[in-house]
């Protein structure tokens, strides 16, 4: 079974040789791994652990807001975050949601719009991992009114994305 069928039909409830594999970590356990382990970069390492996914990135072409009074930069999702590091006691990233967030907090937030990032080089990204499933990094905020993805799993989107018909099969 090729990693793209087993996501499809797990996506599709279907029975699979083994569980889809996916790839997230720290800048810095990536960079142990990959000298641990004598690879070269980070696609060897993915196809090492045989991880059946791609993310692949729609750029923000807007530019960053700040840096604000307190050395404070803004992204596409709310999150603050300073590109140095102060000795005043303060946070280095403050996102725009914690333990204190109501549900009217999330639906007041201002989303990105899926129309600031740029997919023009998504198709050609995808094509390089023939037999793999790529997904949007960025751009799954496009597949929900508002810009929920952030904060929901993954699983949710995949089984909406697939339901939806979203043009998935495309790459």
């Known amino acids: 079974m090729t990693p793209r069928e087993r996501v499809l039909k797990a996506i599709g409830h279907q029975k699979t040789d083994r569980v889809p594999a996916n790839y997230a970590a720290h800048q ?48 596409m999702w ?50 390089k991992y023939h037999d793999l499933l790529c997904y949007l990094w960025r751009a799954l905020v496009s597949f929900f009114p508002r810009g929920g993805l952030a904060y929901r799993s993954g699983k949710p989107f995949c089984l909406d994305a697939h339901q939806a018909g979203s043009g998935g099969d495309d790459y």
């Open 28 to 75: 810095e356990v990536t960079e142990a791994l990959l000298r641990r382990l004598g690879l070269a970069d980070f696609e060897e390492l993915l196809q090492a652990l045989q991880i059946d996914l791609r993310r692949i990135s729609a750029p923000y072409v807007l530019p960053e807001t700040g840096p604000d009074s307190d050395g404070y930069y803004t992204n």
């Open 78 to 127: 709310g999150l603050r975050y300073r590109k140095e590091k102060f000795n005043d006691g303060q946070p280095q990233i403050i996102p725009p949601f914690n333990e204190d967030t109501t549900l009217r907090d999330v639906e007041a937030h201002p989303w990105p719009d899926a129309g600031v990032l740029d997919y023009s080089s998504a198709r050609a990204e995808c094509q």
